[in-house]
Structures are given as structure tokens and as C-alpha cells.
């Protein structure tokens, strides 16, 4: 995935979620979409890109949010370093497997966020177990979508050929 | 080799990144003070994206609901003159009860406390992240907006504003894990602080033990934080619990409901205690 292609994803996303998100019930979304935007280009395009694009993006989404920024950047940087790696090494070009890649990927992002909250000694975030198993199972269902959705465009096994042979080099 | 060269590079730049946002956090956890100045570039720069997304969606919405989805239109035109002839009667009555009531306010001398100056501003976006309950809306500092203006809507508190830009500015909702209110019991004049949780509720926390408060009971802001008025409302009481042998633990459920919201009313005017403080720095000056 060329680099202005992911700039334009990060910003799509954060569009999104920020446009969409007051228009649903309860004020928020139960999906990250930037997170699926970094864990997509991980899985996609290597452990690089997706450290890379776990920076950008997470930067972009603390500042735009109340906390303190670098956490939710941290997070993503880490998830989309160590998704790149999972992507490498394991094959995940099935539904069943990406889908699960989403999902422990969110749930490591949320450990990761509410582990450093704690560190660091800002206000805990209690207990929200179902909240991050319903963003689980949101980012994951909205990631393995992307992936479909991507795979039916024209050219895409090509791009996926070329992908993994620049990966293996 | 090759595989092992680029695995050895992306760990070194893995590693410069954790130290990057490492110092980043350590900074901002170490001076608190004001906004960041990264907060307030990126906050104003993506509040014109949103603006202009805002008003398209709006844009379209408005084509549809005025030009294509018309069904009932003359049924409700006919219901709407109905309780318009009723309001206007409705109208008179409480102009006259409002006289009433002026009068005596004068004979006792008492202060109109909910006599603040306030700003309309229309709701542009939401939170970028789902761990976060903030908005995002279309006046700034242009407006004359400031950091820690209490931001209330026609049901009651619905937060502060903590990043304005010229064009925009970040309110922080009421049940934003990091928002605090001064909160009273309105019956029973219990004393507490409401806190959100990130969730649908607030906590109301630092209420005695010894207190009278029950399911129900309406809570209003004390004032006594500095942001906020004084008495306007922020919700019941949900679930009253006992908690430990000093305090209580009590939930509120908002009156506002924060997904709904379209337009608000930012509340210009100081409270009295940030006057006081004014005050007090002018004087030393």
C-alpha cells in the first residue's frame, strides 16, 4: 500500500468515526476504526508500515481526543509493529484467521492503554470487559470486511503476489 | 542475511519510536499546565476537515428531509398551527406569571443567579477515539470562547470546552472518564463531587455516609468548582449504595441526552468564583 493511500485511509477513518459516531445511539461507536486502519496495513504491508502508521495515527487520534497524548499513539505503534511480524510469519489470508488477528489485536491495544492509564496514574478506567469485547468483535467484523472488500477490487491478487514477495526480501 | 538486516533495522526504529512517545507521555504527565501545543495545532487544523464534513452530511440530510421526504408534511403543518394557537395562549399566561415573579424577586432582593450570558454553537463532530467523550463544535475563540467555559443545553450541564481553536472548539463531556463536576443534592443540599466514568453514568462520589439522599433526587452543580453555574442540572440519582463507613456510592444517570445533541448554549458569563479570582488578581496588579 503506497504511502499517500495510507494517509488518506488515517483520515478517512478519523472522518469517519468522528462524524459518524453522533449519530449513533449512546454517542459513540463500538469500532476503532483507525486501529483497523493500522492493523489492515500491518497485515497488509509488514511490520514497518504498520509501526509507522500505529505512530501517525495514534498521534493524530490523541490529540484530537482528551487524554494524555502519546498513549493511544504507544498502543498503536506496538499492536501494528507486532501485527506486521504475526502477518509475516503466519499465513491469515482466510477470514477465520484475520478475524481473529482483529480481535486480539483490539484487545491488546486496550490492555496496552489501560495498562499505561494505570502506570501512569491517571483516573482508572474500572472494568469495561464487555465494552472491549464489543469493540473486538466490531473492528474485527469492519476489518475482515476491508479485506473482502479490498480483494474483489481489480488487480488485487497481484498486489497481494507483489506484497508478499517484497515482505519475503 | 538480508531478512535479518531488515528485521535488526525495524527493531531499532520499533525501539526509537517506543522511546519517542516514551518522552512525549513523560512530558505532559510531568507539566499538565495549559493546553499541549500539538493538542491545540492538530485540534484546530482537523476541526476544519470536520466542519466541512459536517456540512455536507447536513447538506444532504437537509435535501432530504425537505425536498424528498415530504410523507405527512400537511397532517403535521395542521398539528403544529393547533399547538402554536396553544403555546401563544400558553405564552400570555406565563408572561404574566414571569411579571409576577420579576416583582417579588425585586421586593426580596434576591440575585438572579441564572442570569448568564450564553453563545449558541451547533455540534460538528464527536470523539476520534471510542475511549473518549468529547465533541466538537463550530465557535471558537473568534467567538470569544475560552478554555473551562461550562457548556449547558436546554436539559442541563453538558460539559466544558477544553481545546478552542479560531474556528472550533473541543467540549468535554460530563461523562468523559476525565470530566469532574461540583455536584448537590437539590433536596437535601448533600455536598458531593460527579464524576464520569467514560460510560453512560456518572459516579457521584465524596457524598457522607451520613447524608440524606435517595433514588431520584435531583443533582445539580454546586458551583463551588469554578467552571460551572450554580444550579443548573446534571441528573437523578440512579443507585444509592452504601460504601464503606465514610461514603456512599451513588450513580447519577445525565439529564442530557449527549447523542442527541445538536446545538448548545456556551456559557460566557464567569462563574462567581473565577470572578472572584479576577478580582483578586487585578487588585494585586
Known sequence: MKTAGIILAIVLALALQTTIARFVVSGTVAVDLVLVVVVYVALSSGSVPGLLTGTVAGLIQDSLSTGVIGIGGLAKTIVGFITGIVGTQLNIAEPVARFVVFFVATVAHQAITIGLGSVLGLRPFGTPYAAIAGEALGNAVVGVAAFQVSEMLPGAVERRRMGRSRLRR | ?285
Request: aromatic share 4%; hydrophobic share 40%.
Open chain 2, 1 to 285: 542475511m538480508a531478512l535479518l538486516d531488515i528485521r535488526r533495522r525495524s527493531g531499532y526504529l520499533f525501539l526509537a519510536v517506543i522511546v519517542g512517545h516514551v518522552i512525549l507521555i513523560s512530558a505532559q504527565v510531568n507539566s499538565r499546565s495549559g493546553v499541549p501545543v500539538l493538542e491545540s495545532v492538530t485540534f484546530g487544523l482537523f476541526a476544519q476537515t470536520q466542519r466541512g464534513l459536517s456540512t455536507g452530511v447536513s447538506g444532504l440530510r437537509r435535501v432530504w428531509n425537505r425536498y424528498v421526504w415530504l410523507r405527512g408534511v400537511e397532517g403535521e403543518n395542521a398539528d403544529l398551527r393547533r399547538q402554536l394557537d396553544e403555546i401563544r395562549v400558553q405564552y400570555q399566561e406565563r408572561r404574566a406569571l414571569a411579571d409576577r415573579a420579576t416583582q417579588l424577586e425585586g421586593l426580596l432582593q434576591l440575585r438572579d443567579r441564572t442570569n448568564v450570558q450564553t453563545l449558541a454553537a451547533e455540534v460538528i463532530a464527536s470523539s476520534a477515539s471510542p475511549d473518549f467523550r468529547t465533541l466538537t463544535i463550530d465557535k471558537g475563540t473568534s467567538a470569544g470562547l475560552k478554555s473551562d467555559m461550562a457548556v449547558i443545553a436546554a436539559a442541563g450541564a453538558v460539559g466544558r470546552v477544553v481545546v478552542p481553536s479560531p474556528g472550533a472548539a473541543k467540549v468535554q463531556l460530563l461523562i468523559d472518564r476525565n470530566a469532574a463536576v461540583g455536584a448537590v443534592i437539590e433536596r437535601s443540599r448533600a455536598q458531593g463531587v460527579a464524576l464520569g466514568g467514560g460510560d453512560e453514568r456518572l459516579r457521584l462520589e465524596y457524598v457522607s455516609e451520613a447524608s440524606d439522599v435517595v433514588v431520584g433526587d435531583l443533582v445539580v452543580t454546586s458551583g463551588i468548582d469554578g467552571i460551572y453555574p450554580k444550579g443548573f442540572t446534571i441528573g437523578n440519582v440512579d443507585t444509592v449504595e452504601k460504601s464503606g463507613p465514610a461514603y456512599k456510592r451513588i450513580t447519577v444517570k445525565p439529564a442530557v441526552n449527549f447523542s442527541s445533541l445538536e446545538t448548545v448554549l456556551v456559557v460566557l458569563t464567569p462563574s462567581a468564583i473565577k470572578q472572584a479570582e479576577q478580582d483578586g488578581k487585578e487588585i494585586k496588579e
